[in-house]
């Protein structure tokens, strides 16, 4: 679920934290970071339970138009299968999903109203329009859902809602909505348990993520003693503290992991300045980074396992 570039944006943001708080030791700080990776799998489960809240509301709403005494053509075909289509049934029935929006409180924190807000104004949608007025396929139902997540990232209210409980909500939202349609399409399952293996692989998460945070804390002084050669006229206390630690964790990527191209990475940490710290600070890191590049080569400090992964 989680790539390499979200996995270094919690490292980037646990070492933030850990560098403005002195009572966060190595452990306390490995245990923000798999709460920040338990937090985006919980964020596509909150993710899942607005939809299906919003889905819901055309229950209701095809209670209201059959009540009406003048309904319109279109209230007479309305149908609520946005709500009763078996992708979203088998989510409303599946114990393990229902169990985790319980135990993560995911009932208390959204008012229904803002629920039938999101649908209300979905329902002007064109899309839904004709998806009501024609029979309709499993995959066109599939579709549907998709349209009406896609109208969610879109929208303010839905925005404020998972933003006010996911902070991780702007880093992580490109992921979900693939992932969301992932686990659309396996639906309906037999496995109980099958939305587990949408929780963030070891591979990207412990053999590379934990790794990463690891070497970059454990190896503090000695990436430091690397760096500070090549600032030329800048004191290693004036850099700012993100590109700092960006830098770091880049010299550890370089010398530590071996699978990684060096293109990879430095590419991966100028965009990373560039999104997340100072207007200057793209070419700052980029310019710090070539420097740390050819010093380490000279010294044949890069050890890369695979053709083209030392290329530029």
């Not at 029935?93 to 629920?115: C, G, M, P, R, S």
């Not at 579709?143 to 992580?172: K, P, Q, S, T, V």
């Not at 206390?237 to 060096?262: G, H, N, Q, S, W």
């Amino acid at each position: 679920m989680l790539s390499r570039r979200n996995v270094r944006i919690k490292v980037m943001q646990v070492l933030y934290a850990q560098s403005r708080d002195e009572s966060l030791d190595y452990n306390a700080t490995m245990k923000e970071y798999w709460k920040k990776i338990d937090d985006s799998f919980h964020l596509l489960l909150f993710s899942l339970y607005n939809l299906i809240q919003i889905t819901k509301i055309a229950s209701e709403d095809q209670e209201k138009r059959k009540s009406k005494h003048l309904p319109t053509e279109l209230d007479k075909k309305f149908t609520s299968k946005l709500w009763s289509n078996p992708m979203i049934q088998a989510l409303v029935k599946n114990k393990t999903i229902q169990t985790k929006f319980e135990k993560l409180y995911f009932a208390q924190k959204v008012d229904k109203d803002h629920f039938k807000t999101i649908y209300y104004e979905f329902v002007k949608e064109e899309a839904y329009t004709t998806f009501l007025t024609n029979e309709t396929t499993n995959d066109e139902n599939l579709e549907m859902l998709l349209e009406l997540f896609r109208f969610c990232r879109r929208n303010e209210l839905f925005n404020e809602i998972i933003e006010d409980h996911y902070a991780n909500w702007e880093d992580d939202k490109s992921l979900i909505i693939g992932t969301i349609k992932k686990v659309l399409k396996a639906l309906p399952s037999e496995d109980e348990n099958f939305i587990m293996e949408h929780y963030p692989d070891d591979e990207t998460t412990k053999e590379y993520g934990e790794f990463l945070l690891s070497e970059t804390l454990k190896e503090d002084k000695t990436l430091l003693q690397y760096i500070e050669p090549v600032l030329q006229n800048w004191d290693a206390d004036r850099v700012a503290i993100l590109d700092m630690i960006m830098i770091k964790m880049a010299l550890c990527e370089f010398m530590y992991c071996p699978t990684i191209p060096i293109k990879v990475t430095l590419n991966e940490y100028v965009e990373l300045a560039k999104n997340y710290s100072t207007s200057k600070s793209k070419e700052f890191v980029n310019g710090i980074l070539d420097r740390l590049l050819q010093d380490l080569k000279a010294k044949g400090n890069i050890v890369k396992e695979g053709r083209g992964l030392l290329d530029e």
